[in-house]
Each structure stands twice: as C-alpha cells, then as structure tokens.
C-alpha cells in the first residue's frame, strides 16, 4: 500500500441518509436499484444531475423499482449502492469533493464490492491517481481509475464526438466538453473511446475517457446518459443484467440532430477536420439505444 492509497474503512453497513425516491420492498418483489448521486451540489455542472433521472427512468420504465439516493457534503456516502454517479465541477470544488470522499470511504468500499462508477469530468478525474487541483497543486484522486490529470494547453471547450472503443460495445459517443485538464491513462484503464470532433482527454493519443472494470470516466456532458442513453443501460446492465429493449424514438431524434447538424457545424468550425460531410442524410436506425454509427466515416 502507497502513501497515496485511500483509507478504506471497515464498516460496509452503508446507512442510507434522507433523499429516497422510492421506499424499499415494492409490489414487484426486488430490492430497489440504488443509484447514489454524489455531491450535487458541489458537482453538477451542466445537467450532470440528468443523469440520475435517465438511469432512474430507464430502470422505471422496465418495471424495476428505483431508489436515487442523494448525497451532500458532510452526509455518509452509502456503501452499499448499485451505481454511482458523480458529475463535474470547478477545480475548487472538485478539490473539495476528492477529500470528503476520501475521508468518507464510502464509495471506495462500493468499489471493492463492484459497484458500477461513473465520473463526469471532474469527477472523472477525482476517480484517478492524481489531478491538479486548487492552484494546479497535484491533488490525490481516489484511485479507482488508472489515470491521471494535468493541464491542457488551451481550454477545451465545445460539441465531442468520439468513436467507442470496440470492447465497450457501444455506439458513437455524443456530448458537450469545458475542461482544462488532459488525462493520460495508465495500463490499468482503457480508453471508452476515441474522439472524432473535440477534444477528449487531450493525450495525444485522441482517446476520450476511460473505464476500468465497472468504473468509468468521460468528459462528456450533455448531461451524457440522456444523449448516450445505450450508455445509461450499460450502466443498468451491470445492475439488473438483461434489460427490455425501449422506445428511444426521443434521444434517436435528438441523437440524429446531433450527429448530422450540431457535431457537423462543430468541425467545420476548425475543431477537429476529419468529420465530413458524409455525415448529412444520415438517419438513425430506430433500433433501441442504436443511431447510426459514425465510426466508418473517413
Ligand atoms: N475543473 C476541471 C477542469 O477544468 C473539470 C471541469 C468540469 O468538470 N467541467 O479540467
């Protein structure tokens, strides 16, 4: 154990504070799904906190009872959720955030019991070794991503679109970045993609995000789940397991205005070039979760 592990403690009782949607024990028979959103206010940049209600109502609309727990500064993290979810924020903040979390221990015990994690932005980049926190001092993650965070040279700001990573299994990755760190990864943790327009973790190797077993990182915002709902469900999956495909005509909509005028615009503006027109006249397939996939476009 390095000087820099976290402290995890030994109790795994996981009291649930205040913030339940749902009592537990429903007509269906199973516990709720847990999903514990942390520290919204502290981190919660650009709609992060959507993500919550997507995961929530995707489980909702399978019959699966939902329990979304939310956490403050302060309050105990419940160590014994389903899935965690942790959104971005300004580098105060997300200092602030790293050193309760760590103090806590809460959710570094829901990872040694597999938990799913997914950090957005700066909350992607408390998951990993190190970052640069308030006044670029190097800043102790909470070591559950093999990552870590410098500075970008410029500001990363604007529409991103990366292509998976063929082991993720999911299609083109869509969403909106304002960062200024660039992530480098370690050979503990895989990319979840790589970036087509925008930035992405600005490694020099175009890759964007991350994932590390059932932890992962990604800078998108959007908020990510409500344009990448194929991503929200591989979210649930690691939970429940198989899940019912849905009615996703709304987010292919929405996908498909992003993917053929939005991300289009984004590269013709001088982010990244190698997006064409080729995308325009693409339809989305209808398939649940499915839109037309962007990965062989030169
Ligand atoms: N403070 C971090 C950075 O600028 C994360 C920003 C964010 O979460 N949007 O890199």
Redesign the pocket.
């Known amino acids: 154990m390095s000087p820099s592990d976290p402290v995890v403690p030994e109790d795994v009782s996981g009291a649930v504070p205040a913030g339940r949607s749902e009592p537990p024990g429903t007509p269906s028979g199973r516990d709720p799904l847990r999903i514990v959103h942390i520290y919204p206010h502290l981190l919660g940049?650009?709609g992060d906190a959507g993500n919550a209600l997507v995961l929530g109502q995707r489980a909702r609309s399978r019959g699966i009872p939902v329990e979304i727990i939310t956490v403050q500064p302060g309050e105990p993290v419940p160590a014994q959720g389903d899935i965690y979810l942790l959104g971005?924020?300004?580098?105060a903040k997300?200092t602030a955030a790293a050193h309760e979390l760590r103090e806590d221990g809460g959710i570094l015990v829901a990872a040694r019991r597999g938990a799913a994690i997914l950090g957005?932005?700066?909350g992607y980049?408390l998951l990993g070794e190190t970052f640069l926190g308030v006044g670029g001092a190097v800043t102790p993650g909470l070591g559950l991503l093999d990552v870590r965070?410098g500075r970008l040279e410029q500001?990363a700001v604007g529409n991103i679109l990366a292509r998976p990573a063929a082991d993720t299994w999911l299609p083109d990755l869509i969403g909106f970045e304002?960062?200024?760190?660039a992530t480098t990864l370690g050979p503990g943790a895989g990319a979840l993609g790589y970036v087509t327009v925008g930035v992405g973790n600005g490694d020099g190797r175009e890759t964007e995000g991350a994932v590390q077993g059932v932890v992962f990182g990604t800078y998108l915002?959007g908020p990510a789940l409500a344009l990448n709902p194929a991503f929200a469900d591989r979210l649930l999956a690691t939970a429940v397991g198989d899940l019912a495909p849905l009615d996703d005509l709304l987010s292919d909509r929405l996908r498909h205005h992003r993917l053929t005028e939005v991300l289009p615009a984004s590269a013709r503006a001088g982010r990244v070039d190698r997006i064409t027109a080729l995308l325009r006249g693409r339809k989305p397939t209808g398939a649940s979760g499915a839109t037309a996939s962007l990965s062989e476009v030169p």
Do not use: L, M, P, V
């Open positions: 940049t650009y971005g924020g300004e580098d997300q957005i932005c700066a980049q965070t500001r304002n960062h200024g760190g915002h």
